[in-house]
């Protein structure tokens, strides 16, 4: 009897990709954890330059994991500066129509 493997990542019809802002950085991240320990590494690639980085981190606990991975980002230089234009960008966008998209 053949297993199915179950989509961690839901495929998304390109008609709705068509409807999304571009693609501003790729980050692949691969997590090992034996229990004790959790490695996270990977790779990340801001879109528009195409510069590519590569990132390590570790963690006793998840939530230690998610802050240390989330520190070692912003520390990227590519990256941290893809997030604050992304971020100043729609901000700007936001007060210039009325703040429309707010939730």
Known sequence: MASRKKQLVPRVPPATLADEPPVVARLVVEIRSDGKRTIARGALEEAQRGEHSSIRV???????????????????????????????????????????ERE
């Open 58 to 100: 570790e963690g006793t606990t998840p939530t230690q994991l998610a802050l240390s991975l989330v520190r070692a980002l912003l520390q990227m230089p590519a990256f941290a500066g893809s997030v604050v234009q992304t971020l100043l960008t729609g901000r700007s966008k936001n007060l210039t129509d009325g703040g429309a």
